[in-house]
Each structure stands twice: as C-alpha cells, then as structure tokens.
C-alpha cells in the first residue's frame, strides 16, 4: 500500500511537492472507517496547536466514534467526535488518538488560489491510497461574505474520497473532497474549502 502510494506521488507530484509529499503525506492521510460498509478519508491537521483528524460530515454521519488507519505504516486508532459535527458545510471533527499523535499534519491556509493553479487529492477511493492532480477551477461564496465554502477543481475523486486532503503545488491544505459533479458529460470534484474549515473551526467554536 505504502509503496502504490509513494509512486503515485512521485509521477503525478511536482518537484516543488514532492520532497513534502514523500515524507509527510502517506503518514498524515488516513482511512476512515465507521463500519464495515462505510468508509471514506481524512486528514490530519491542527487547529491552535492541537491534531484532529478532518474528513467529510457524510462520512461519519454524526458517529461518535471512528477508526483511523494510517495505511503507509498500518497504525490504527479509535477517533473521538469533538463537540459538534459541521454538517451545513460537510465537515466532521475528530481527535486524533493518542496512539497516532506523532504523526506529522499538514498545514491549512485560507490563501485563495489563481484559476487553472495545480492541486493534488490524497484520499481512499475504493479503500486504495490515491493520490490524482488536476487545476482549480473557482470558488463559491455564501451571501455577502468574502470566506469561499466551496472549491471545485478538475482531480478525479471517487466512492471514499470523500474527506481526502486537498493540497497546493507547495503541500498545504486548501480544501477536503467531498463529492463530484457531471454536468453535460463534463465531471467536475468539489470540496469544502480550508478558508471555511478555518473561519468554522478557529473563530466560531474557538477549540482549545
């Protein structure tokens, strides 16, 4: 698994990523599961200097609890629910456990990508370590807020995608995948946006 991984980085990552993408994502992507028909991917990340592991709110659908594996070294732990889940927007919460802690989390940024700007998705579609590249397509805004909550982009994502990092040609966190669209024969991927994630997590419900 690890090793489909690493390849997969290294013909679909630039150069500027890769040296990242090696050391750091294989170990900071995980496979969520909730039961043994449900499952998608995650990510972990920090939020005020703490990890958690974000994924998708459909995923878990209000689960308390979930298993987290880290495919690249076969970890496994019981993830907890952290207070709410953030269904308007698609996103669920978990502590990372202890167990899995020293596992390296990547970086969110609200920074707003150009158009046609590269983007890669680390996920488990099929319970398979994927990672697949493609360009930024645009933002969607709430009313009267500059914050985006949706990104949509052209890499391929699939059934257990859904809570797979997306990240910027230099490793950081820009989004979650949570789903994708056809529309005249064209198939767009869309995810919930590091800006919302921020605004939501840090400012709304200020996790300590």
């Known amino acids: 698994m690890k090793l489909k991984f690493i390849i997969a980085i290294f013909l679909l990552c630039s150069s500027d990523l890769y040296a990242q993408a090696i050391k750091v994502f294989p170990y900071s992507a995980v496979l969520i599961r909730v039961n043994s028909n449900s499952y ?32 690249a070294n076969g970890l496994t732990g019981i993830a907890n629910e952290v207070d709410d889940f953030y269904s308007i927007y698609d996103i669920s919460v978990y502590l990372l456990p202890t167990n899995m802690y020293h596992l390296p989390s990547v970086k969110m940024t609200e920074r707003h990508l150009s158009k046609d700007e590269s983007v890669a998705v680390f996920s488990f579609p099929h319970q398979t370590p994927t990672v697949s590249q493609g360009k930024f397509l645009g933002y969607k805004y709430t009313n009267k807020s500059d914050v985006p909550y949706e990104i949509s982009f052209t890499a391929l994502v699939d059934k257990g995608s859904s809570g797979g990092m997306i990240v910027d040609d230099k490793g950081r966190l820009v989004g979650l995948a949570v789903a994708y669209k056809i529309d005249r024969n064209v198939r767009t991927s869309v995810g919930v946006t590091s800006a919302i994630l921020i605004n939501i997590l840090q400012d709304t419900y200020s996790l300590n």
């Open 40 to 71: 998608g991917s995650g990510v972990i990340s920090e939020i005020k200097n703490k990890k958690y592991i974000l994924t998708a709110y459909h995923v878990t659908k209000g689960a308390s609890r979930v298993r987290a594996t880290c495919i």
